[in-house]
């Protein structure tokens, strides 16, 4: 397979957002940790021994990231630094590399343009991902154009992006619910540590010989959870507080 | 409501006798028809077939019609109550945030009471009156998890990306079509779509039970 099977963002140029769920302030400290995720200043062992503190992305693969909600001792990520913006018909080269075009959008220097390299990679724990270091979290579609590249880095092969995502769509999905879970719980006073545990014994619960978390793989099925998880927090928390403003439509905004 | 929809789905009985009548004209063994009696039946399908698409454009200006009324109903509601709804309903703010062509945080600053632009509040009550269209006119009973499902099962273009595309009048159509015309219906919004997802990989479960990725079987 050639390296030209390696695919680009939807879009046009230069308009990168397709690739982040969040960027900056954006990113929800409820957010749990998932692939792709970038940090700033993660204390790092070099092949030399020396301890740095570096950017760095985490590309272990979602599937492997966990047992239940605790995360794995030792978790892969990779160097993030400069790197300049690559148009998209350039995506198909330099698979040594996941580029993050527009990482810090509120930066005008070129640190504004990132990426992380595969071939400068760390073994941390996960305690040294703070998640209030988190400065971007991929969309879906990121997520699953990291996993390509990052899988062709590793064996020369370039699966179809929309192959990774029926192969990985339910694990985003999983990811995305828990977000939400723990956003009603923290909302309502609730620990994100509880929330997270909570909500991972809701997924695992046994209802017509199966999990909630198994019936995540079925596409048809995953709305169906999401309505039952806001049923399922309002039972453990409570009604969720109406505490904004209600808003109506203006001009204003996005 | 519905039982408008119900309607525009059958056709006038003389059109039914019509149709019966041209299977039975093609149905007599014609060893060898004369010129000017192919002449004639070709003429008579032609004008069957106009016939036939005034009728689609009847039913499509009705749907659109009942689509407006739905719309006209959400427009009504705040742009906070379009949100909780189509929550209520199980679609992923993700999914809402793409179909609207909109930043997942954008949707996230919704929630918490910003304003939004005009088009993106009229994006939003399109889709919810298109929820409520499929749900009281074609009987589907869980319209997030219509939005999500693939069109055909080998190629990865759902309703919510042509929601997301803007090509409502397709996404009706699917709404009330089969599975028989699911590659017309690709072929119109995609004319590429058979070399874009043709691949050699499949996914399967593996022996740990994951779910994993191999070259098919040639």
């Known amino acids: ?254 | 409501m519905l039982e408008d929809m119900t309607s525009l789905g059958a056709f006038p009985s003389s059109h039914t006798r019509t149709v019966v009548q041209v299977e039975e004209q093609a149905a007599v063994p014609v060893t060898q028809p004369s010129l000017s009696m192919l002449t004639d039946q070709a003429g008579f399908v032609r004008s069957l077939v106009g016939v036939l698409q005034e009728r689609i454009d009847d039913v499509h200006q009705q749907l659109r019609a009942s689509l407006l009324a739905r719309r006209a109903e959400r427009v009504k509601e705040t742009s906070t109550q379009l949100l909780d709804d189509l929550s209520d309903l199980g679609f992923a703010w993700r999914h809402i945030a793409m179909m609207i062509g909109v930043s997942v945080p954008a949707v996230q600053k919704w929630r918490r009471g910003e304003n939004m632009a005009t088009e993106n509040f009229e994006r939003l009550a399109l889709l919810l009156s298109i929820c409520d269209l499929i749900h009281d006119s074609f009987f589907v009973s869980d319209p997030a998890a219509w939005f999500e499902v693939r069109i055909l099962p080998e190629v990865p273009l759902r309703p919510m990306d042509l929601f997301a595309a803007h090509q409502e009048a397709l996404l009706l159509d699917w709404a009330g079509g089969n599975e028989k015309e699911a590659e017309r219906l690709l072929d119109k919004a995609d004319p590429q779509w058979r070399q874009h997802y043709a691949t050699d990989f499949e996914v399967y479960e593996a022996d740990d039970g994951e779910l994993a990725l191999r070259l098919k079987e040639r």
């Not at chain 1, 140029?13 to 982040?20: A, F, I, M, Q, T």
């Not at chain 1, 940790?33 to 200043?41: I, K, N, P, Q, R």
């Open chain 1, 1 to 254: 397979v050639a390296s030209s099977d390696l695919e680009a963002p939807p879009g046009e140029d230069p308009n990168w957002d397709v690739l982040y769920v969040a960027r900056g302030d954006e990113v929800l400290a409820h957010r749990p940790l998932y692939t792709g995720d970038v940090f700033s200043g993660v204390a790092v062992r070099t092949t030399l021994g020396q301890e740095k503190n570096r950017p760095v992305m985490v590309i272990q693969h979602p599937c492997t990231m966990r047992n239940g909600v605790v995360l794995k001792e030792s978790l892969l990520v990779a160097r993030v630094h400069e790197f300049k913006v690559l148009p998209r018909d350039q995506w198909t080269t330099n698979e040594r590399l996941m580029p993050l075009p527009d990482l810090r959008p509120e930066v005008t220097s070129n640190q504004r343009h990132q990426a992380a390299f595969f071939d400068e990679g760390y073994f941390v724990h996960p305690d040294a991902l703070d998640l209030t270091k988190r400065i971007a979290c991929l969309s879906e579609i990121g997520t699953y154009l990291l996993l390509q590249r990052w899988v062709f880095h590793s064996s020369r092969v370039a699966p179809p992006r929309w192959k990774i995502e029926e192969m990985n769509g339910h694990v985003y999905a999983e990811a995305d619910l828990l977000e939400a879970w723990c956003e009603a719980a923290t909302g309502r006073g609730v620990d994100l540590v509880q929330a997270m545990r909570d909500a991972d014994a809701w997924l695992s619960e046994a209802r017509d010989g199966t999990t909630r978390r198994a019936m995540l793989r079925t596409t048809s099925l995953r709305s169906r959870i999401l309505r039952e998880m806001r049923q399922a927090t309002q039972e453990l928390y409570g009604p969720p507080a109406r505490i904004f403003p209600m808003p109506t439509a203006g001009m204003v905004g996005e």
